[in-house]
C-alpha cells in the first residue's frame, strides 16, 4: 500500500505523475483508441469521432473557466469562427487545409483578444453575460457578410487531404481528430504545470491577491482567452469537417451550455475531468434512449420526434443533479473512490 | 417623419415587454445576487397557461389573467422552492448555472406539453389596431406601456414603504445583518422569485396578445438582459426604464440599418455598456476592498 508521497525535488513535484501504472494504462487506453476505429462499425465510430473532437472544445473551455475562473457563455463564438475559417480558406479560397487549420488556430485567438479586452474589467456574472452576447454577435456578422460566408446557406467542407494522406475515410478522420485531442491533451496538462498555468489558477482562486504576487492580471486573463479559443477554434475546424457542412444553425447556442455542463459533471478545473465529461455528455443522450427502449419499445419514438429537445432535458437535468449532489464531478466521485479503495476497512 | 413615428411607437411597446422581464430579473438579483437565466422560459410557460385558460375554460380577460398569474405565483414558488433553495449558500457560479439548466429544462419541455407551432392569444381584446393620427397601434400595445408605468410605480412604492420592501433591500445590502436582525432570508427569496415570475407573466401574455405565441418566445429573456445591464442589474426601477430604451435603439435600429442589426443591437449596447458604466445607468457602483 502506497503510504504517502514524499517529493524531493520541484521536478518531481511538477511532474505529470508519479505512478508507472498511470502511464501503463495511458499507453494502453492510447493503443486501443487507435486501433478501435479498425473494428467499430460507422455508427460507433462516429461517437469516437465526436468524443474527440468535443474534448478538444472542453479542454480549451476548462482553461479559460475551469482554470482561470473566467466563465464564459460565448464558446460557440470560438467554435463557430474556428469552423468558418477553415472552411472559408479551403472550400472558397482553395487553400491547403494546413493553412486552413492555421487560420482555424489564429482568427477566434484574435477575435478572443477582441472579446476579451473590454471584459477584462467584468468579473463572474457580468463576463459570462458579455461573452453571450459576444456569440450572438459573431453569428450576425456571419450571416451578414455574405460574400465571404455565403449568409444562411453555409459552406460544404470535404474531409482534407494531408501530406498526401486522405481523410477521406471514417478511420482516417478519427485518427486525425485522435492526433489534435491528444495535442489539446498534452498542451493542457504542459500549461497547467508551468509558470503560467500556475498564473491562471492563482487569478481563479484570488485575483487580488495574485496581483500582489506580480501576475499582470491584464495579460494574464487575456491570455487564458487566446489560449482557450485557439483550441475550440482547431475543435470547430473539425466539428466542421465532422459535420461536413458549416452553417450558422450547426452550431447552435446549446453548445456553449454542453460544454460548461461537461466541465460541471467532469469536474471543475480538472484535466481528467474534462475528459471524463465528453465521454459522460457525449454518451448520455445515447444511453439513455438505449435504456429507454429496452424499458418500453414505444418510448424510442419520443427519441425520433423530439431528440433536440430531449438531449437539452438532460443536459439540463445533469447539470442542476450534479451542481447539487456532486459539485465536484466525476473526478471528485473517482478520488473518494481511491480514498475508500485505500482505506478500506478505515473511513481514512 | 411617420416612419420614425411608427418605428418608434412600437419600439416602446416592445421595449416595455422587455423592461417588465427585465424587472424580474432585478428583482431576483437585488434579493438572492443571482442572474435568472430562465426568467425568458418562465415567461413563455405563462404566457402558454394563459393559452391554455383561454382555449380551454374561458376566453374572459379576467379569468385568464387571473389564471395566469395564480400559475406564475405558484411556478416562481415552485422552481425557488424546489431548485434554488437547496443551493443556498452554494458559489454563485454553480446556482447561476443551476438556473441556466433550468431555462434548458423549461425551454425543451414546452414542446413536450405544448407543440412546436405558433398559436395566437385571443382574448377578445387587445388585438385590434387603434389609429391615432397616422400611426396604428393595437390595444395591447399601449396596455403593455401602461402596465409597466402602473408596476414601475407599484414597485417603487413597496421598496420605500412596505415592510416586506424594505426587509428585501435589507437582505440586498447585506444578508447576514439581516438574518440578525431577524427577517427570513428564505421568505424573501421565495416573493422575490414570485414576483419576478408574476411580472415576466404578464410581460409573456402582452406580447402572446400582441404578436403570437411560439416556442422561440424565450428569446425575449435573451433580449431582455440588455435592458436590465444598461438599467443596473441591482435597480428595479432602472431596467424598467432600460427595456423602453433597448426597445427603441433595437426597433430603430432595425428600421434604418436593416433587420440583421435589429437582432444584435441589444448585445452590442451590453458591450458598450459594460465597457462605460460595468454597473448601469441606475445601478450602485461596486466599491471593492482589500
Redesign the interface.
Known sequence: MRSGTYKETYAQLVALTDSRLVWFWSAVLLAVLFVAPYYLNAYALSFLTLILITAMGALGLNILTGFTGL?S?GQVGFLVTGAYAYAIAVSKFGWSPFAGFLLAALVPAVASLIVGA??L??K???L???T???S??IN?VI??ARSLTNGARGIRVRHPDLLGVGTAGDVAFSHLCLVFALAALFATLNLRRSRVGRAFVAIRDND?AARAMGINLQSYKLLAFATSATMTGLAGALYGIYLSFVSVEGFPF?LS?EA??IL?VGGLGSTLGAILGTVFIVLLPEATRLVFSAVSGGAGGLFTT?G???K??L??????LF??FQ?RGLVGAWHDLKRAWVNWPLRY | MDYFLQLAVSGIAIGAVYGLLAMGFAAIYKSTG??NFAQGEITMIVAYIAWTIATTVSGNVVVVSAGAIAAAVVLGLAIERI?MR??LG?P???T???T??????L???I??IWDAYPHALDLGTGRGIIRIGGLGVRGAQIAVVGTLLLLLAGFWLFFRYSKFGVAMRAVAADDRTALLMGISASRIHAIAWAASSVVAGIAGIFFAISYDLSPDMYQLG?KA??AT?LGG?DSVLGSGFGGILIGLTENLAGGYLGS??K??AG??M??VV??IR?FGLFGERDI?R?
Open positions: 466563465i457563455l473590454p471584459s474589467r467584468l463572474g456574472l457580468y459570462a453575460i458579455t453571450m452576447a459576444f450572438f454577435i450576425s450571416l451578414e487580488i446549446l451550455i460548461l455542463a460541471i423530439g433536440q429537445e430531449l437539452s432535458i443536459y439540463g437535468l445533469v447539470i442542476i451542481l447539487r459539485p | 443571482l442572474v431548485v437547496p443551493m452554494e454563485v457560479f454553480s447561476v448555472m443551476v441556466i439548466g433550468l431555462a434548458v429544462i425551454r425543451s419541455s414542446t413536450f435573451l438582459f440588455p445591464i442589474l440583421g442589426v437582432d444584435v448585445f452590442v451590453i458591450v459594460l465597457m460595468p471593492e482589500v
